[in-house]
């Protein structure tokens, strides 16, 4: 069995550093190979992307566009009437991603002059095949119940939405080899009013959509939260799991930090069961990120792997 692949989460980590670039560098100094980032969108990809390659890293993850964050927005997938902007969202994505977050060498040596206009970009750019390695995948984010509705009442009108996004995104996706991720939030803490809360609803709506290049994203404190029951909850749904990211619960803190989940257990877990795409890092750092990192380190050091500074 493969030790387990950990990537950074940058809209996380190293808060003692401002902008991506030097987080980016942090997270490769401190030994991680890959990052990830919820939304990149402030800065130019190609900017992100120079600063992954001279730390190390490769950008494994990041989410669609959230919407309009004053208006309480958190991701338009399976909001009603938000579909043109999901998918406007999703193309902005992965011109991100065509522009630089996977790496930005292309083999027909074609140019993509600033970001330009989405409906004009180039269609079905040919990449190395390091390139397309480089597993990036993109969450597309279900949204929020509107506010005032009953979620009962609304839920099947939002999961024909999403249904019909889904199936949109699947197709943009397949013609640049992407894979969308979709991601349960826990509505007990984080987000009340979150359409897509646990691994069996999540699992349905992939069901119904039947497209191998969507797959799910295994956050283990949201899930821990909704459901508990994670070594079943593991075992059943990990052939279709395409990310994993883990915090402890209910502090949301380092693995190692107090709390409900043993985070050995679940390493030698997931292990076990094969998994072999990447664990990323969504926490809050009790303190400084680096300082935080001795549970990572006892893991490398556990599989023999030689940590930074070492």
Same mark, same amino acid.
């Given at each position: 069995? !493969? +030790?387990?692949?950990f990537s950074a989460n940058l809209s996380w980590l190293f808060p003692e550093?401002?902008?991506f670039p030097a987080r980016l560098r942090a997270a490769g100094s401190s030994g991680f190979e890959a990052a990830e980032i919820g939304w990149p969108y402030a800065e130019p +990809?190609? #900017?992100?992307a120079r600063a992954a390659r001279e730390a190390g890293l490769r950008v494994v993850l990041i989410n669609t566009p959230? /919407?309009?964050?004053?208006?309480g927005e958190n991701g338009l997938g399976a909001v009603p009437g938000r579909q043109a902007a999901f998918r406007e969202g999703l193309e902005? !994505?992965? @011109?991100?991603v065509e522009l630089g977050?996977? /790496?930005g060498c292309l083999l027909d040596q074609r140019s993509i002059a600033g970001r330009g206009a989405v409906a004009t970009r180039p269609r079905g750019l040919v990449y190395s095949a390091a390139i397309m390695r480089l597993e990036v995948k993109i969450h597309l984010m279900a949204g929020r119940v509107p506010k005032g509705a009953d979620r009962a009442a609304v839920r099947g009108e939002m999961e024909i939405v999403f249904l019909e996004n889904l199936r949109h995104a699947a197709e943009v996706l397949a013609q640049e080899n992407l894979v969308g991720l979709l991601e349960p939030i826990n509505t007990r803490i984080t987000d009340p009013r979150y359409f897509l809360d646990t691994p069996q609803q999540a699992a349905a709506i992939l069901q119904k959509v039947g497209r191998p290049n969507l797959q799910l994203q295994m956050d283990l404190f949201h899930w821990q939260i909704m459901d508990g029951n994670l070594t079943g909850?593991?075992? =059943?749904? @990990?052939?279709?799991?395409?990310?994993?990211?883990v915090a402890q619960v209910p502090g949301r803190g380092e693995p190692d930090s107090p709390g409900e989940l043993s985070f050995s257990y679940l390493f030698q877990l997931l292990e076990d069961e094969g998994y072999t795409g990447f664990v990323g890092c969504e926490y809050q750092p009790r303190g400084d990120t #680096? =300082? /935080?990192l001795s549970w990572l380190h006892s893991y490398w050091e556990m599989r023999g792997r030689p940590h930074a500074g070492q």
């Open positions: 069995m !493969a +030790p387990l692949r550093l401002s902008g +990809p190609e #900017a992100l959230p /919407g309009d964050r004053e208006k902005q !994505a992965v @011109l991100d977050l996977r /790496g909850n593991v075992r =059943e749904f @990990l052939p279709i799991v395409g990310h994993v990211q #680096a =300082e /935080g």
